[in-house]
């Protein structure tokens, strides 16, 4: 498998790629743009773009009222902050309500391992899946990264993007067909299925070519 470019360099081209000319996407940050890459749909259209600074609740909540008037805001941190910080306003304002916000969750898993545990997010997924009305899409690669962020545009109601900081192998292609709500079979086989999402989709693919050397077919 190609390696392909980082799946938060994916986002922040994507981000800017469908929002730059829709005038109802609005973008908010953290102070952490240059990690997020949500500065390259700041730098081009910095007056839809709002740095609300290190204050993540407010970050949330600004967002659902942005919504409220039609908007279409993505919010922009690290995953564990969305999760923690964002989680008050993320279940009162934006889940119970059924807002129309866009909530993207970047450095998911230990991708931000540099910055030590205070920055991973490995409860992330469990803790937005819980909440009603918000769907949760987890990248696995540049190609799925960029449909995630026109499908969270083009779809109505609130959305968790989980994205990693890292490069990932390059699994599918661009006539790919994707469909919130409905897993894809990458490989068949008969005799084990392994479940996987986001980055770990990779590496699920590796474990089944380790497994049919020692003639086990793993669907």
């Known amino acids: ?66 919504s409220t008037t039609g908007l279409i805001p993505f919010v922009n941190t690290f995953a564990v902050f969305i999760s923690t910080l964002g989680l008050l306003a993320s279940r009162s304002l934006i889940s119970y309500t059924n807002l129309n916000v866009k909530l993207a969750g970047g450095y998911s898993g230990l991708s931000d391992a540099f910055d030590g545990p205070s920055h991973h997010s490995i409860e992330d997924i469990a803790i937005m899946r819980t909440l009603p009305n918000i769907k949760v899409l987890c990248a696995s690669d540049e190609i799925i990264t960029d449909w995630m962020v026109k499908a969270a545009i083009e779809t109505e109601g609130p959305i968790y993007l989980r994205l990693s900081r890292d490069s990932v192998p390059v699994i599918y292609n661009q006539d790919t067909k994707f469909e919130i709500g409905k897993g894809k079979v990458l490989k068949e086989g008969s005799d084990a299925t392994i479940i996987a999402c986001g980055i770990m989709v990779s590496n699920a693919l590796k474990a089944a070519e380790i497994l049919a050397e020692k003639a086990l077919a793993c669907e």
């Open 1 to 66: 498998m190609n390696v392909s470019k980082a799946i938060r360099d994916a986002y922040g081209e994507a981000l800017l790629k469908y929002g730059k000319d829709n005038p109802k996407v609005v973008v908010l940050d953290a102070d952490v743009s240059s990690s997020t890459k949500s500065k390259l749909f700041g730098q081009a259209v910095p007056d839809r773009f709002f740095n609300v600074g290190i204050a993540e609740s407010n970050l949330v909540a600004m967002a659902a009222g942005f």
